[in-house]
C-alpha cells in the first residue's frame, strides 16, 4: 500500500519541480543598455565608436535604460528604414520622459552586450516610451538580435513576475 501511494506523491512533486525551472541562465541574456552622451571631456565613463561609421561618443558613466526597463522590442520598418523599437514599461518611460527634456541635442548610444550598435539623437521630449534606434548591422543580423532580445525579455519579464 505504501506503494502506490508514494508514486502519485512522487509524480505531484516532480511536476512542482519542473513547473520551477528558471528559464534562461542570465548569463545569456542578450543585454540592451542604453547611453547618454556626456558633452564634457571630465567625467565621462568611456568613448565608444560605432562598428560602420566610426562615429566615436563620449558616454556618461551609467546607462539610463538596461534589459529590466523594457516591456518589449519589435523590428519596425518606417520611413528611413528598418530599426529596432524598444517599448519602456511605465515608470521607465517616465524617467526617460524627464531624461529626454532635460537633455536635447544629446546622443543616446544602444550598447548590446558591450557592443555599440546603434545611436538615436534626442531630437525633442520622447513621451510615448518608445525608442526608436537604427543600428550598424545588417537586416539579417538585426532580425537574429531581435530574436534574442525578446527572449531575453520574455525571461526578464517571467522571472520578474514571480
Do not use: W
Not at 506503494?3 to 528558471?22: D, E, H, N, R, Y
Not at 548610444?109 to 516610451?129: C, H, S, T
Amino acid at each position: 500500500m505504501l506503494k502506490s501511494a508514494t508514486i502519485p506523491l512522487l509524480l505531484v512533486f516532480l511536476a512542482m519541480v519542473g513547473c520551477q525551472t528558471t528559464g534562461m541562465d542570465s548569463a545569456a541574456y542578450t543585454r540592451a543598455r542604453f547611453f547618454l552622451e556626456s558633452v564634457s571631456s571630465e567625467g565621462y565613463g568611456a568613448a565608444v565608436a560605432l562598428p560602420v561609421s566610426g562615429i566615436h561618443i563620449p558616454l556618461q558613466g551609467q546607462a539610463i535604460v538596461s534589459e529590466y526597463d523594457y516591456l518589449a522590442v519589435d523590428v519596425v520598418d518606417v520611413d528611413l528604414g528598418r530599426c529596432l523599437v524598444f517599448t519602456l514599461k511605465p515608470a521607465a518611460a517616465r524617467e526617460f520622459y524627464q531624461i529626454s527634456v532635460g537633455n536635447q541635442g544629446k546622443r543616446l548610444v544602444l550598447i548590446v552586450n558591450g557592443e555599440p550598435l546603434g545611436v538615436r539623437l534626442i531630437d525633442g521630449p520622447i513621451a510615448d516610451g518608445r525608442i526608436f534606434v537604427f543600428l550598424e548591422v545588417s537586416d539579417s543580423n538585426l532580425m537574429e538580435l531581435a530574436r534574442k532580445l525578446k527572449e531575453t525579455n520574455f525571461d526578464i519579464q517571467k522571472k520578474l513576475k514571480r
